[in-house]
């Protein structure tokens, strides 16, 4: 993943557009993803995870995809709406039971209306 | 309902002053965690702990301290040592077993 404390890559998307989020995780044993949604002033809040025997899953309007060969994440956002402009984090579990959590760096998305 | 608490929202803190920053959980998570946020940033690791009476510095713990003396409870300090202290921080803990983190609203600090 993007080292921390490098200011946040940005997305702008069209209302009703789809978007592609991406993550480069760093950890091959990484069993566990999860993605997380933080709106300005407030903490970040769960999404979506996956675990790393599964390469797609869906939520509402929301599906995340795991290419555990080149390490990457990514979140789509299906028909995005003004309410899905914040900062989008991916996070990775380095093995099951450890709860540290390594964060990646952050991506900025901004719904235009 | 269940959640994490952060206290207060928003603190003024003079320079050279001690400040605490409250943490709270009633989920009856074993672990908890302390990060800071600058503006336009990720997610740094100052803190954290994994069972009562434990901890373990993240990343930047320096002019940080914490305590674990109840479950429920992870208060962090910013001491007058930290040289930079004006920033949002969050609190998160989880339960054992890696179903990730439930997070704070998170406490915005500002040194004047």
């Known amino acids: 993943g993007e080292s921390v404390g490098l200011h946040l890559p940005t997305l702008s998307v069209q209302e009703g557009d789809n978007s592609i989020i991406n993550c480069a995780y760093s950890?091959?044993?990484?069993?566990?993803f999860i993605w997380y949604k933080q709106e300005s002033g407030k903490g970040p809040q769960f999404i979506i995870d996956?675990?790393?025997?599964?390469d797609k899953r869906q939520g509402q309007r929301v599906t995340v995809l795991l290419n555990k060969t080149v390490k990457h994440l990514s979140l789509q956002i299906a028909a995005t709406q003004p309410g899905d402009s914040a900062v989008y984090f991916c996070?990775?579990?380095?093995?099951?039971?450890?709860?540290?959590?390594?964060f990646g760096t952050g991506t900025r998305l901004t719904i235009i209306p | 309902d269940g959640g994490i608490t952060q206290s207060p929202k928003y603190l003024f803190r003079k320079e050279g002053q001690n400040v605490t920053l409250s943490c709270e959980q009633n989920?009856?998570?074993?672990?908890m965690y302390w990060y800071r946020q600058d503006p336009g940033q990720g997610l740094r690791l100052i803190y954290y702990?994994?069972?009562?009476?434990?901890?373990q510095k993240g990343d930047i713990a320096e002019g940080y301290s914490v305590s674990r003396e109840k479950k429920e409870s992870f208060p962090l300090t910013v001491t007058s040592a930290q040289k930079n202290p004006t920033a949002f921080y969050l609190c998160?803990?989880?339960?054992?077993?890696?179903?990730?983190?439930?997070f704070g609203s998170g406490t915005r600090l500002t040194v004047v």
């Open positions: 996956i675990r790393s025997n599964m």
């Open positions: 996070a990775e579990h380095p093995y099951f039971g450890n709860e540290k959590l390594t």
């Open positions: 702990s994994q069972i009562v009476n434990d901890f």
């Open positions: 998160a803990s989880s339960i054992t077993g890696g179903n990730g983190y439930t």
């Open positions: 989920l009856n998570h074993d672990a």
């Open positions: 950890n091959s044993a990484s069993d566990y």
